[in-house]
């Protein structure tokens, strides 16, 4: 089973790791004296809206009109102090996690709550997932595809543990089945604040928009991520790669599923087209936005899962409306804030968090300072 884990989930747990939250920051600190990085900002507060998604909005930066004849020098200039800036922003923030009160019973609970989330989706791939674990003799390996230079995920889960303290057993409440997994690897596909390079930029060429930067021999391997990986000999990109190839069972969690990381996504939709080579694959999405939702019945709960595939799928090379292909419908789906069984008690059961990250934050973040998310808001 392989989580491939995003900023929401950062971002439920309570740290304030959005762009928009960097950019108010960045803006403040900037040499406004240096006429390069004074035009960049000057950009950036014309626009704060595109600043949310910050690799794509980098992509667009008319690099050759910063005040530089050489516009290579002047793509380095910004990218190099917003880079650095970001750097120190998301390790305060990181900061902000305290590792003291990640208590082994903390792990524990975050464990099972991982294992328990696969369980929500709807009733036929349940029963698929369920038979998957059934037929496992030995502990099933638990990986992370970590697309966050944070290492809140690593903390929680106790991918530093040793091997013996990574073996955990869970035992569902509602089937009684009793399975045993163990925290395999964790990779951070864009580097981590922990050391090495952060791999910051876009998906392909088609979203750098000044045409004469884009045009520099060698561009490419300043902004396009997985160039950058090969140019750089960054392992963790072809870890990353072999992780998610060799996984049955893939939950995408707290991503919005973003045009600068599109080859990802196109990854698991090859992997769900190719039921011969990976006829056990399934993948599961869970909503990057946890809103509560109404407690429904068949076929509402259908329209909801349906609705966030095809949200996944617009960022693909296919479009919603292969959908409607059979591999597609049952092998890619939604994750549902179920079980919808019980229609008097899921009120009190389930809310919008999955994985229980507004209560693991409230443990564990200094400065926590979220509501807490009831049902009824």
Not at 108 to 123: M, P
Not at 300 to 305: F, G, L, Q, V, Y
Not at 343 to 363: A, Q, T, V
Request: with cysteine.
């Amino acid at each position: 089973i392989t989580y491939l884990i995003g900023n929401g989930f950062d971002i439920r747990l309570g740290l304030d790791t959005r762009y928009v939250d960097f950019i108010d920051s960045y803006v403040q600190g900037v040499n406004r004296n240096d006429k390069t990085l004074a035009a960049f900002v000057e950009t950036i507060e014309k626009d704060r809206e595109t600043w949310a998604d910050a690799e794509l909005a980098f992509g667009g930066l008319p690099f050759s009109e910063f005040g530089s004849d050489d516009v290579e020098e002047s793509f380095c200039r910004c990218y190099r102090d917003f880079q650095k800036a970001l750097r120190r922003y998301l390790k305060k923030q990181q900061n902000r996690l305290q590792l003291s009160q990640v208590t082994a019973e903390l792990k524990e609970e975050f464990r099972n709550s991982l294992i328990r989330l696969v369980k929500y989706v709807g009733g036929r791939n349940r029963s698929i997932y369920l038979r998957l674990l059934d037929a496992q003799k030995n502990a099933v390996a638990i990986n992370c595809i970590n697309f966050n230079y944070t290492t809140a995920f690593d903390s929680l889960v106790g991918v530093a543990d040793d091997a013996e303290v990574k073996l955990f057993s869970y035992k569902d409440e509602d089937t009684h089945r009793e399975g045993n997994f163990y925290i395999n690897k964790c990779v951070h596909v864009h580097g981590s604040l922990d050391g090495g390079r952060l791999l910051f930029g876009v998906n392909d060429v088609d979203q750098i928009v000044d045409r004469r930067f884009a045009g520099l021999s060698g561009a490419d391997g300043y902004l396009i991520k997985s160039q950058m990986a090969r140019e750089g000999s960054c392992g963790f990109y072809n870890e990353a790669q072999e992780l998610l190839k060799n996984s049955d069972v893939v939950v995408l969690f707290g991503l919005s599923y973003g045009a600068t990381d599109k080859r990802w996504w196109d990854d698991i939709v090859g992997l769900v087209q190719d039921p011969f080579q990976h006829p056990y694959f399934r993948s599961t999405l869970c909503p990057y936005e946890m809103h509560p939702i109404e407690a429904v019945e068949i076929p509402d709960e259908i329209r909801i899962s349906k609705k966030e595939v095809k949200k996944f799928l617009r960022n693909t090379d296919l479009d919603e409306g292969s959908y409607s292909g059979q591999w597609i419908r049952e092998r890619l789906v939604s994750l549902l804030h179920g079980p919808y069984n019980d229609i008097e008690n899921s009120k009190d059961k389930f809310y919008c968090d999955p994985l229980h990250l507004n209560y693991f934050g409230r443990k564990c973040v200094k400065d926590f300072n979220r509501e807490p998310i009831r049902y009824e808001e």
